[in-house]
Nanobody, 118 residues
């Protein structure tokens, strides 16, 4: 099993930046891919970005240019930096991990809330 704990959310002003963190513990050796998802109020959860163990990244078109996913393998920590925050970035951000490169994620964190004020 893998446990994921997100942190770094909060109330931020539009135009600002935030860095979210996701600490992984447990059977981290089984992870081949990690990612960030978000769910805005009244909307479905959507994929934001993923990163593989080879540091190959994928970004949803809606976030390209403002979001940066990265990881620190030594710390078993995943990051998501969001620049030029917009009110529409307000959402619960979830960290996820998968045992395979493609397909559904196997492990999920409980999320961290980012609220962007205009």
């Amino acid at each position: 099993q893998v446990q994921l704990v997100e942190s770094g959310g909060g109330l931020v002003q539009a135009g600002g930046s935030v860095r979210l963190s996701c600490a992984a513990s447990g059977s981290v050796f089984s992870i081949n891919r990690m990612g960030w998802y978000r769910q805005a109020p009244g909307k479905e959860r959507e994929l934001v970005a993923t990163i593989s163990n080879d540091d190959l990244t994928y970004y949803a078109d809606s976030v390209k240019g403002r979001f940066t996913i990265s990881r620190d393998e030594a710390k078993n920590t995943l990051y998501l930096r969001i620049d030029s925050l917009k009110p529409e970035d307000t959402a619960m951000y979830f960290c996820a991990a998968g045992r395979t490169i493609i397909g559904a994620m196997n492990y999920w964190g409980k999320g961290t809330l980012v609220t962007v004020s205009s």
